[in-house]
């Protein structure tokens, strides 16, 4: 399965309040590693990774060179689905970047889109508009999940 990982999955390995979540994300890259799904990331993660701090900065580039990932950039196409996105006013104001993360996703063909954000993305209301959207514009469905979601728990 090709997943896209936002930049709060990559993020979340340095959330020490959330030592679960780097558990769990831990997982999900080993999963990629191993060759199980396919990450993908785009240039949208990597404009947000370029504007923290400088130290958070080189870590979360470290781990995006350790793994084996595609990375995808935004076109005209990617430009018109978040203008449909956009207009449909599912996500607040200022959360855009989640709207091109999720049409570049779109546009490029991947499965799912992976995210810790569940104000803005992994949420009822954001599935059921992207899909009503992709369905009239002639996307595919796209998942959109936590990382949760993905991984396999061992027995």
């Given at each position: 399965m090709r997943l896209y990982l936002d930049t709060s999955v990559i993020g979340a390995l340095?959330?020490?309040?959330?030592p679960e979540r780097i558990k769990i994300t831990?997982?999900?890259l080993e999963s990629i590693v191993e060759g199980k799904h396919a990450g993908v990331i785009?240039?949208?993660v990597l404009e947000e990774i370029d504007r923290c701090p400088e130290e958070l900065k080189k870590n979360l580039v470290a781990e995006i060179q350790a793994l084996p990932?595609?990375?995808i950039s935004e076109d005209e196409n990617c430009a018109g689905l978040l203008e449909v996105y956009e207009k449909e006013g599912f996500i607040r104001k200022g959360a855009r970047l989640d709207l091109r993360h999720l049409s570049v996703a779109t546009v490029n063909g991947v499965d799912a889109v992976v995210s810790w954000n569940f104000?803005?993305?992994v949420n009822i209301r954001t599935r059921r508009a992207v899909h009503a959207a992709n369905l009239r514009l002639g996307?595919?469905?796209?998942?959109?999940v936590s990382p949760e979601e993905v991984i396999e728990y061992e027995e």
């Open positions: 340095f959330d020490e309040e959330m831990r997982a999900l785009s240039n949208v990932v595609l990375v104000r803005d993305i996307y595919p469905l796209i998942e959109i």
